[in-house]
C-alpha cells in the first residue's frame, strides 16, 4: 500500500508542483517554510483542546486521517455544529497564494473528515485572518476529484524521484521557495560564464 | 530567502555558554560577558576547552544551526548534525555520481577550473596594485596559470586533474609573497607546509583554510549533501572531502585575499606570531582574533554571482554553491557551475 500523503503537500503540490517536490522530497529548506512551520506547530501543540459557544464546539489541532483516500494531517480548526456535524474552517494568515491550493486543502480535510465522522460535508470555511471574513467553500464533485488527483499526482513524483521544472510564471513571485529553486536561473551555464576561459593576459 | 547570519566564534579557553531565554550568554570563569539572540546566530563554533550547556545544544540543533567544534589551534574535530541535514535522496545521488568516474571527473574538472580561475583573478588584481618589478611576475603567474586552465579540459583522470592544480599552485605560491607589501622579510613564503607551519604565512593560511572548510562543511550538511564523499579530493577516513572541494574556489578570493590585505594593512604584524625553538610558528591569540574579525566582516561584502545573477553576501557562497552542486547531482542542472569571482 501507498504510503498515506500529508495533507500539507496537497496544498504544495496544488500551487506548484516543484515547490511540493522541494519541500517535500529534496527538504529544501528555507526560514520562511521553516519559521512558519515551526509556529504552527507551536500554536497547534498550544492551542489543543475544544470550547463552545452557541451550541458550536470549535475543536483545535485535531488530528486527521483518511484511510480509504490515504490522507492525514491536523486540521487548525473543526467546527461541530448542534447536530454534531463536523465543518473544516482553515485559517489564512498571510496573502491568499492560491485560492485552489487552499480550498483543495480544505476540503482533504473534508474527506478525512466525513470518514471520521461517519457523514457526507457539504462545505467549510476558508477564514482570512487580516481581513476577519470567512469565505464558504463548497465540495463539489469537481474539488473532490482534484484532492485525489493532486495526491496520485505526488505519489507519481515519490514513486519517480523527479524534480518537476519551474513553473516561472507569476506563482513564483509569491513563493518561499524562489531562492531555492531559481525559476527563471538558466539551468546550463549562462552567456558570458566559461570556466575554462583563458583569454590573453596583456 | 537564506540570510546571512552570525557565526559566533569562541576563543576564549574556559568560556562557558548556555541558554538564556532565546540568547545564548557567554560566561568567562563565572563572569558575565555577552549575551547574543539566538535568532541572530545561524551556527557557533567553540575552540578547545569550551563548554555549552545541555540545553544550549539541544536548542541548537531544534533550530538548524550546528555546532562545531575545534581544537585550540582550530583543527576540526566534530560537528552536531540537525535533523534538517538529510535528504538521502540526494545522498545517494551524490554517492552514485562518485561511483560514476565520468561523472567525477566533469565535476572535478569544474572545482579545478573554479580554483585557477580564480587564483588568476587574485594574481591580476594584486599586479594592479603592485609596484616595480613585482607586477610582471605575478602577471606571468597569472599566465602560466591560464597554460593550466588550457589543458584542464584534456584531463581524463582525476589524478590529472590533481596534477595541473598542483602545477597552477606552485606557480601561484612562487609568487604568493609578491602580493605583500608590507613585512616582506617577515613574511617569507617558502613553500606550502600543513601542520605544523613552518613560516607565519603557512600559520596564517591554515588558520584560514581551516575556518572556510568549516563554513563549506556546514554549507553541505545545510543543503544535504554528505561533507565526506568529495570528487576532486581523494577519500580518505576523517577528511572532509566535499568541504574541501567547495573551499578550492574560495580559498584564492576569500582565504588569500584576507591575509594579503591583513598584512597589507599592517593588521597583522610579526607581534602576532610565535616563533617556536625547531622552527615552527603559531599565531598568537590576538592575532588569531584578528583574523576572524575582518574574515566576519569580508562575510557581509556583497559579491556578485554569475549563475544566480544576484548580488550575493560573501558569507553565503558556500551555501550557493553547495545547493548549485545539489542541483547538478540530482539532475536539475547538467552541469556543476564553480564559483567565478570578478
Ligand atoms: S519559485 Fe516558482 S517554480 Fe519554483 S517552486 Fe516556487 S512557484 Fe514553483
Redesign the pocket.
Known sequence: MDDPIPLSALQHFV????????IHIEQVWTENEQTARGRGQHERAHGGGSEERDGVRTLRALPLVSREHGLFGVADVVELLPDGSPRPVEYKSGRAKSRLADEVQLCAQALCLEEMFSGSIPGGYIYHVASRKRREVTFTPELRAAVLAARDGIRELLRSRRL??????D??Q?????D????FAPRDFPAGYDPFETRPIP | MRHLLNTLYVQTQGSYLRLENDNVRVDVDGEFKTRLPLHHLDGIVVFGNVLLSPYLIQKLGRSHKPVTWLTEWGQFTARSETPVSGNVLLRVAQHACTCDAARTLAVARFIAAGKLQNQKTTLLRSAREAAGEDAPALRQAARDINAQIAVLPLAETVDEVRGIEGTAARSYFEVFSLMLRANRDFFWLGERTRRPARDPINAVLNYVYTLLAGECASACQAVGLDPQIGFLHALRPGRQSLALDLMEELRPVVADRAVVTLINRQQLTPRDFILHEGRTVTLTEDGRRTILKHLQERKGEEVYHPITGRKTPIGLIPHVQARLLAQHLRGDRPHYPPYLHR
Not at chain 1, 531555492?180 to 525559476?183: A, D, I, L, Q, V
Open positions: 500551487f506548484c508542483p516543484r515547490q511540493y517536490a522541494l518537476p521544472e519551474p513553473a516561472a510564471d506563482r513564483c509569491l513563493c518561499s521557495l524562489y531555492e529553486c531559481e525559476p
